[in-house]
């Protein structure tokens, strides 16, 4: 009777360990990078007795994350390209915008030029003519210059933007260091540490919406992050942080290094 009463005594507390697992599943379905977790059970090792092995219960093995590291990578590879597609296209609908407006815009200024050329060489004497080309030769320079203080401040905004994605992305490598010192604590004690493992994926999704990144995974627990070039970003607790610099070929312009 002892011996029936403690399998059904681990089976509630394997199954107890489903339910509660199960509980935090449905508590985190909105929760960003949570992975759903299941409980893994095995039978307990059996007793041998009377010349027979009796079984002895169940116990829980461990808590494991459902996770695919090639689709978690792959979201990672996309939510960069996304990125940069999605900043790209806001810089170019600006300029876009610019240098097509059918009324600001340039070609409305080159077609009044050319036109006006057009009327002067049909009749190179007429003193009209020749102050009207003048007068579109001068709208159209201001049309130039105007055009050219708007995408030098398009040119400040994007470098603000720059300086803006670099203080993020060091936050986020912080962050990442930080999660692998504690991923490392909780790893030499209680096992793998899923929701920490979760939230470190997470903000490495996050680090891909500023630049694109590689990881590694050494085998202790931790991540490594490397940007697109191969420079180490994160490794193991320790980070490099980025920082602007002048571009060597245009001290007006900022680039990341």
Same mark, same amino acid.
């Given at each position: 009777m002892a011996d029936l009463l403690n399998i059904a005594l681990s089976g509630l507390r394997a199954f107890r360990s489903s339910l509660n697992t199960a509980g935090?599943?449905?508590?985190?379905?909105?929760?960003?990078?949570?992975?759903r977790q299941r409980v893994d059970?095995?039978?307990?090792?059996?007793?041998?007795?009377?010349?027979?092995?009796?079984g002895s219960g169940v116990a829980t093995?461990?808590?494991?994350?459902?996770?695919?590291?090639?689709?978690?990578?792959?979201?990672r590879e996309l939510t960069a390209t996304q990125a940069q597609e999605a900043a790209l296209h806001g810089l170019a609908s600006q300029i876009d915008g610019m240098l097509?407006?059918?009324?600001?815009?340039?070609?409305?200024? !080159?077609?009044?030029?050319? @036109?006006a050329l057009q009327d002067l060489a049909a009749d190179p004497a007429a003193i009209p003519a020749r102050q009207v080309v003048l007068g579109n030769a001068a709208a159209l320079a201001d049309r130039f210059g105007s055009?050219?203080?708007q995408l030098e401040s398009l040119a400040g905004i994007a470098d603000n933007q720059l300086g803006s994605a670099v203080d993020s992305a060091n936050h986020l490598a912080t962050q990442i260091a930080d999660l692998n010192r504690e991923i490392?604590?909780?790893?030499?004690?209680s096992g793998d540490a899923n929701d920490l493992?979760?939230?470190?994926d997470e903000i490495v999704r996050q680090l891909a919406q500023y630049a694109k990144v590689s990881v590694s995974e050494p085998g202790d627990g931790t991540l490594s992050v490397f940007l697109g070039n191969g420079q180490? !970003?994160?490794?193991?607790? @320790?980070?490099?942080?980025?920082?602007?610099?002048r571009d060597r070929f245009d001290p007006q312009r900022w680039q990341i290094g």
């Open positions: 935090h599943n449905i508590a985190n379905v909105n929760t960003p990078g949570y992975s059970l095995a039978a307990q090792q059996p007793m041998y007795m009377g010349g027979s092995f009796l093995v461990e808590v494991s994350r459902v996770y695919d590291q090639f689709l978690t990578g792959r979201v097509g407006d059918s009324a600001a815009g340039i070609a409305p200024a !080159l077609a009044d030029f050319f @036109s055009l050219g203080a490392l604590i909780s790893q030499g004690t493992l979760d939230r470190r180490p !970003l994160v490794v193991g607790t @320790s980070v490099q942080q980025l920082s602007l610099v």
